[in-house]
């Protein structure tokens, strides 16, 4: 158990205290003032970190996990094989996939429909590492999604190839 | 009466509307001036959204919100709890917001103003003239002084009025029907009148110093200078009383540390809980004028009113150092008749910009206070107000009269070993 410490005389004393907080309190409100100045701005660093998000955006890190996007390949068909890997680590279960048989020879399976539920979706990347075959990832850098209409949030074929 | 009465009334009736939309304005201007002051103490950049759709991106930091406010309160349902007294519940707030506005009558906001002019015949004058046959509007020598009603009284009118704004919240708490807003009026009522005591004593050590009850003469005596280079403002000759003053005047006024009537953590919002739309707003309003009060009077016994240190309307003089230059040795107003009238103008508009300075700078210290200091316990605000500040309050009152004494007596001896 620690001790608590008694409060020091000067301090029960309450006004000294009291001129403190008002030292701190315009401390802080002058340096925040002059920050926002035009010129003396550049001098004076404020101490606000508001960023004013439709004005402005924070910078997003390389591995930001964004809305999900399809890779393709050189041809422009896309690169998922219908493995449904994806699929069954997904824990949310957003990722819906039918298998239609490839007219490629080499190729065994392409994606019939492909959706990914955006209100299930909880971002959480693990289909991306699941992907054998370079196809699925989250990439766009995209974080506006909202939408007018529910529909909309179920991505399908046409909005995941890029 | 005379046309010179006449011209007196009509300016006074002018001085009325500029002080009016004058503290309607600063105390408008606050209501966004403090939340922006608050959220840059927390680092916070606040109110800046409101803006006219028409001219894009056209924010002014936020100022649009001092009109956004008004339109969504006045929008709002006027809601009136069932069993509450209809008629008291609607006087309240006005009550409230009209006392708070009228104790500006009598704040002086600049200096006299001597007019050397000529004297204009009533026959000269269209309409009014033929009212006053044979009268003359004397403007050869004629003093205007920038105040709404000069009264002699003016510390105890401004102490009265004081005294009536505690009904105004009473009405509201009483009328409403609701136990929490009861509570609050309760308290409200028991604070004001514990420390109106104390605030009449902390004043008559400044009404003992500048020998007057009268704001104007007060500030007047406020430019004298002692040791011939101290101005003899109130925070020199009267600190303790100041402080004591300024702590009252904030229990006076409600706000924190002493905003007990409307203890959000205890009585919900205390005696207009039940208010709504523009009521509530018309609350909150009077509170922004109240605070403007409070500044001013605070500028006015305390630091001058329209007093700039040294600056008078006949020049500038400091004794000590035998600086004394006089405005009518300027080579302009040598050479123009009306010189002296527009030296004298200007004085009055820099007097007047001074005060404006002041009121805003208490203001914005009472918006710091507010954004710093926690609330008192009810016991301790009493505590306070009886066994601290009323014996330190009358003890200045002892003080000031010795003060005056010693003055008195050796006032002449001073001038004398400092030779001004």
Not at chain 2, 184 to 199: D, I, K, P
Not at chain 2, 283 to 291: N, S, W
Request: hydrophobic fraction near 50%; charge should be positive.
């Amino acid at each position: 158990m620690v001790p608590a410490k008694p409060t020091p005389n000067w301090v029960r004393l309450y006004l000294p205290e009291l001129f403190r907080g008002l030292y701190i309190t315009t401390r802080h409100f002058v340096v925040n003032f002059l920050g926002f100045l035009p010129v003396l701005g550049k001098v004076v660093k404020k101490e606000v970190v508001t960023i004013q998000y439709p004005e402005e955006e924070r910078p997003i890190s390389e591995r930001w996990r964004g809305r999900h996007r399809l890779n393709r390949r050189e041809d422009g068909s896309t690169k998922c094989v219908a493995c449904f890997c994806c699929q069954t680590v997904c824990p949310a279960q957003c990722i819906s996939i039918v298998a239609g048989e490839s007219p490629d020879g080499e190729i065994e399976k392409y994606p019939a429909k492909f959706e990914v539920n955006l209100f299930e979706c909880v971002f959480c990347g693990l289909c991306v590492e699941a992907c054998p075959c370079d196809a699925l990832y989250m990439d766009t850098r995209e974080m506006k999604i909202a939408q007018y209409s529910p529909d909309k949030f179920v991505l399908g074929l046409k909005d995941l190839i890029r | 009466m005379t046309l010179d009465s006449l011209f007196m009334l009509l300016l006074q009736c002018l001085w009325a509307v500029v002080v009016f939309s004058g503290v309607a304005g600063l105390s408008g201007l606050l209501t966004w001036g403090e939340r922006k002051q608050a959220s840059l103490i927390q680092d916070r950049i606040g109110p800046n959204r409101a803006n006219i759709r028409l001219i894009r991106n056209w924010r002014l930091f936020g100022l649009f919100h001092i009109l956004a406010d008004p339109v969504k309160s006045m929008t709002k349902e006027d809601f009136v709890p069932e069993g509450a007294n209809r008629l008291m519940h609607m006087l309240a707030p006005l009550l409230s917001l009209g006392l708070s506005f009228v104790a500006f009558a009598v704040v002086p906001f600049a200096g006299p103003l001597t007019i050397h002019w000529k004297d204009i015949p009533a026959a000269q004058i269209p309409l009014l003239g033929r009212l006053f046959p044979g009268d003359a509007l004397h403007l050869s020598e004629y003093t205007i002084s920038f105040q709404a009603a000069d009264l002699n009284v003016g510390i105890l009118f401004i102490f009265a009025l004081g005294a009536l704004m505690v009904y105004g919240v009473l009405m509201a708490g009483f009328s409403s029907n609701n136990k929490f807003s009861f509570l609050g009026a309760m308290r409200a009522a028991n604070q004001m009148f514990s420390y109106e005591v104390a605030l009449g004593l902390c004043v008559i050590g400044v009404i003992l110093m500048y020998g007057s009850t009268n704001v104007s003469a007060i500030v007047e005596r406020q430019g004298e200078l002692w040791f011939g280079v101290i101005p003899k403002w109130g925070i020199v000759t009267q600190p303790l009383a100041f402080f004591l003053f300024f702590t009252c005047g904030l229990m006076e006024i409600k706000r924190i540390p002493f905003d007990l009537p409307e203890g959000e953590s205890e009585i919900v919002a205390g005696y207009f809980l039940e208010y709504s739309g523009a009521k509530f707003m018309m609350f909150l309003f009077a509170e922004y004028v109240e605070l403007v009060l409070l500044a001013a009077m605070s500028a006015l016994l305390f630091f001058g009113g329209w007093q700039i240190p040294f600056v008078s309307a006949q020049g500038i003089n400091i004794p000590l150092l035998h600086l004394n230059f006089s405005w009518a040795s300027l080579e302009f107003v040598k050479t123009h008749s009306y010189g002296m009238s527009l030296v004298n103008l200007a004085v009055v508009f820099c007097q007047a910009g001074a005060f404006a300075v002041k009121v805003v700078a208490f203001c914005m210290v009472l918006i710091t206070i507010r954004w710093t200091w926690p609330r008192f316990r009810y016991d301790q605000v009493m505590r306070l107000g009886w066994q601290r500040i009323l014996p330190l309050a009358m003890l200045n009152i002892v003080l000031s009269a010795a003060v005056v004494l010693v003055e008195a007596k050796y006032k002449p001896l001073v001038q004398k070993l400092l030779r001004y």
